[in-house]
């Protein structure tokens, strides 16, 4: 079975510091990526997905991300935060054979000091 | 457009009862609803896929018999934890895809339930 991880379970940053958030996934075949967000007391966003063409995605609110299909993987970025960044961050994947079931990370809390 | 809710956002039961969880797509029909449970600073767990008039597909150590998941039209999915008890305390949430071929999924807010 194919999993997704998340390698940071808790960044602390400043405003306006860079933000990267790394997700690895195991499966060899082909697949569809996401980022969600979740504020605080909110439900799941979607923030950017890449489903196939360029490998960078920018999504909503500054974020872009890059699939790496030889490291398996599909980091978020963002140039320079703001305090309205806090929140957690969830990396997703999808087998394309698969139908459109989601496995999720674990899940990485960013906490953006103002 | 792509609108989820779910109801109630909040529930508190006894143990031993069922507490039913109503998933709504309101400007979309939703060929395929999900159910996931999230534990406290934990990721989501797919527990259950839904198409809308057919059987749910229940994830590996999901209990079809305490996880009922009904799916009877395409704007609502429902499911009814049965005969609760405390380790089912949890956040459910649950998403809707516009079909089969359809791969982002719109999640609903959550429903926080609470057995005592």
């Known amino acids: 079975a194919q999993s997704v991880s998340q390698h940071n379970h808790h960044v602390i940053l400043s405003e306006a510091a860079s933000l990267e958030l790394g997700c690895n996934y195991s499966y060899g075949g082909t697949v569809n990526l996401f980022w969600y967000v979740q504020y605080p007391g909110q439900h799941l966003q979607l923030l950017l997905k890449y489903f196939s063409g360029d490998p960078l995605v920018k999504g909503i609110k500054g974020f872009e991300a890059e699939f790496i299909k030889s490291k398996f993987s599909f980091n978020l970025r963002k140039p320079s935060v703001q305090w309205s960044d806090t929140a957690e961050y969830f990396c997703a994947v999808q087998i394309k054979a698969a139908g459109n079931k989601l496995t999720f990370g674990g899940g990485t809390r960013v906490l953006v000091k103002p | 457009g792509a609108v989820v809710s779910q109801h109630p956002s909040r529930v508190i039961c006894k143990s031993g009862t069922s507490v039913k969880i109503e998933c709504r797509s309101l400007?979309?029909?939703?060929?395929?609803m999900f159910w996931y449970r999230q534990f406290p600073k934990q990721s989501l767990m797919l527990m259950a896929t839904s198409n809308e008039g057919s059987k749910a597909t229940y994830e590996q150590g999901v209990e079809k018999d305490k996880f009922l998941i009904n799916h009877a039209s395409l704007t609502l999915s429902t499911l009814t934890v049965t005969s609760a008890h405390p380790e089912d305390s949890s956040f459910y949430i649950c998403?809707?895809?516009?079909?089969?071929?359809?791969?982002?999924?719109?999640f609903g807010p959550g429903t926080r339930l609470t057995v005592t």
């Open positions: 400007d979309f029909q939703a060929t395929t």
């Open positions: 998403s809707a895809s516009r079909g089969t071929k359809s791969y982002e999924q719109y």
